[in-house]
């Protein structure tokens, strides 16, 4: 069974970079015959700087991926940070995404649970693999069985993340589907100067890595120009690499 692929910029910036990215999914989609789900956040809401770019809004983004969507036939997984968001996002994401820091909140689950979508939970950076047992109870209680868990690295010391890829192994015995976030997993936290740093020289390793430890899927944040991007642009994979990897994941 080949690997889930899920792939886009951080945040929503313009119509022309989600198209720019969309067009090249449906390129490798058609390529290697692989599952790719777009991805783009709306809002940005746990940036290191407040004056930092957050993204077009609920409403706007939504309409912008509805529009991809639409256009490119691709699946949509997107982000939500408040309760609610997940109906109104649900209305056009297949998957909706939990952000790490935000795991533990209990009605946010249970709200993106309650759309009946796939509901993608990132592990927290201060918790272990097996700890994940407790949202993953939360979606299954509110009456969703359709939860992935995503390993995307732990917090030691600071600036610095570091990935223990027993956490795919221990995340399996509680959800089929264990994605890694290869991208976020090389992030520098608000390691340059008001601002998240990152290392994406890493990222084809961090994915070679995981498929070693068995993961099901792998999350790439890309985008044509990572060193002009708005979000996360130190961590993101240049977009006309990512062919490359996804190859050499699917051999």
């Known amino acids: 069974m080949k690997p889930i692929f899920i792939a886009g910029p951080c945040v929503i910036e313009s119509m022309d970079v989600l198209e720019s990215v969309a067009k090249e999914l449906v390129l490798l989609r058609e390529q ?3 599952d790719i789900i ?14 930092s770019y957050r993204g077009p809004g609920l409403e706007k983004g939504v309409q912008m991926l509805g529009d991809i969507k639409e256009k490119y036939h691709l699946q949509i997984l997107t982000d939500i940070h408040e309760c609610h968001q997940a109906n109104v996002a649900g209305e056009i994401a297949d998957v909706l995404q939990i952000p790490a820091f935000l795991c533990r909140q209990t009605d946010l689950l249970v709200a993106a649970a309650r759309t009946g979508k ?11 693999g097996m700890d994940m047992q407790y949202p993953v109870q939360k979606v299954r209680e509110s009456g969703n069985d359709k939860v992935w868990l995503t390993e995307r690295g732990n917090m030691y010391g600071y600036n610095n993340l570091v990935v223990d890829f027993r956490n795919i192994s221990d995340m399996h015995h509680f959800t089929d589907t264990v994605i890694m976030d ?3 997993s090389v992030q520098r936290p608000g390691a340059a100067g008001g601002k998240t740093g990152g ?3 890493f990222v ?11 993961a099901d899927g792998y999350f790439f944040e890309v985008h044509p120009d990572p060193d002009n991007a708005l979000s996360d642009g130190p961590n993101m994979l240049p977009l006309d690499e990512l062919s490359g990897v996804v190859a050499s994941l699917i051999s």
Do not use: W
């Open 204 to 214: 084809p390793a961090m994915a070679l890595a995981a498929r070693a430890f068995g």
């Open 199 to 201: 290392n994406r020289e």
């Open 182 to 184: 290869c991208t976020h």
């Open 38 to 51: 777009f991805k783009s956040s709306f809002d940005k809401a746990n940036r290191t700087s407040i004056s």
């Open 32 to 34: 290697y015959g692989v």
């Open 118 to 128: 796939i509901v993608n939970v990132k592990k927290a950076q201060f918790l272990s």
